[in-house]
């Protein structure tokens, strides 16, 4: 649990941050949860045989009453945080799927529309608050801005991921490894070349979208089409134990930080504090 003031406040109300501390965990977590966003949604949608209509309608519903729940938490809660970044995931692919499949707007054109889309949340979110960090989420109107930034990186990552193995004929295992690369040169760029920490991790976020949805398409899809053919539901199942083992984990280490904690004779909790 982490304690900051917010800045420019001077000295307002002390409230929680409710995002997770940026470990490996986090990275872990987040690579599944694109993964089962793209598998999950596949799943519903063509092997359950619901329609990408009638999928997104009800992932949109559930994805509301979760963010409602996650909206109204007092502190960060593993569980409500993580399943919310599952279903904006397989929502944000349900988006962009939509648009494609449904409409007939070419990938090129949702890529680049969900970029600008993107980057027009993160300018506004910086001229209203004037930081990007995610560990200064500390207002409803923060937290709006950062569930809005997540639902376009997973839009934009669906977009960009299947334009590269798809339209592109560049195959998903290639796409994947070249995510991955990409991923590997932002973190050597900020521990190597001091690239700041806030770029260097919106970066990487939304590149592990597209990482994920490559690795997803890759196990789930049939040989013949340059996959694995393990199908989407024993890809989206693999993924859903694992993020619940890791979940289940983190739930029990949030607790047991909290269960430790003694109040400091300034009135804030010992813990761990990450820089805001």
């Known amino acids: 649990m982490t304690t900051f003031t917010a800045p420019g406040a001077s000295g307002r109300k002390t409230m929680l941050n409710k995002?997770?501390?940026?470990?490996?965990?986090f990275w872990v977590i987040k690579v599944l949860a694109t993964t089962v966003g793209e598998t999950f949604a596949d799943y519903l949608s063509d092997t359950l045989g619901l329609g990408l209509q009638v999928t997104s309608i009800i992932m949109a519903v559930l994805l509301a009453i979760v963010l409602v729940i996650q909206f109204r938490a007092r502190r960060y809660v593993p569980a409500i945080y993580w399943l919310a970044v599952v279903l904006i995931s397989v929502v944000g692919t349900l988006v962009s799927d939509n648009l494609v499949d449904n409409l007939g707007?070419?990938?090129?054109?949702?890529?680049?529309?969900?970029?600008?889309?993107?980057?027009?949340?993160?300018?506004?979110?910086?001229?209203s608050e004037k930081t990007l960090s995610i560990h200064s989420i500390l207002t409803t109107r923060r937290e709006g801005f950062y569930w809005a930034t997540i639902l376009f990186?997973?839009?934009?990552g669906t977009s960009a991921g299947d334009l590269l193995a798809e339209r592109l004929?560049?195959?998903?295992?290639?796409?994947?490894?070249?995510?991955?690369?990409?991923?590997g040169l932002v973190a050597l760029a900020h521990y190597a070349l001091k690239l700041g920490a806030v770029l260097s991790f919106w970066i990487a976020y939304v590149l592990t979208r597209p990482?994920?949805?490559?690795?997803?398409?890759?196990?789930?899809?049939?040989?013949?089409?340059?996959?694995?053919?393990?199908?989407?539901?024993?890809?989206?199942?693999?993924?859903?134990?694992?993020?619940?083992?890791?979940?289940?984990?983190?739930?029990?280490?949030?607790f047991s930080a909290r269960a430790r904690?003694?109040?400091?004779?300034?009135?804030?909790?010992?813990?761990?504090l990450d820089p805001a």
Not at 112 to 121: C, K, R
Not at 153 to 156: E, G, I, P, Q, S
Request: glycine residues 10%; aromatic residues 12%.
């Open 19 to 25: 995002v997770p501390e940026v470990t490996i965990a």
């Open 261 to 272: 904690t003694v109040t400091t004779p300034g009135g804030l909790k010992a813990g761990h």
């Open 105 to 127: 707007v070419p990938l090129i054109v949702t890529t680049i529309a969900f970029a600008v889309l993107l980057a027009a949340t993160f300018t506004v979110w910086f001229v």
């Open 153 to 156: 990186t997973f839009a934009l």
């Open 211 to 254: 990482l994920g949805a490559s690795t997803g398409d890759y196990l789930s899809q049939a040989t013949k089409d340059g996959g694995l053919g393990l199908g989407t539901t024993t890809t989206s199942l693999i993924f859903w134990s694992v993020i619940l083992v890791v979940v289940a984990f983190l739930s029990w280490r949030e």
């Open 169 to 183: 004929a560049l195959g998903y295992l290639p796409s994947a490894l070249l995510f991955l690369g990409m991923i």
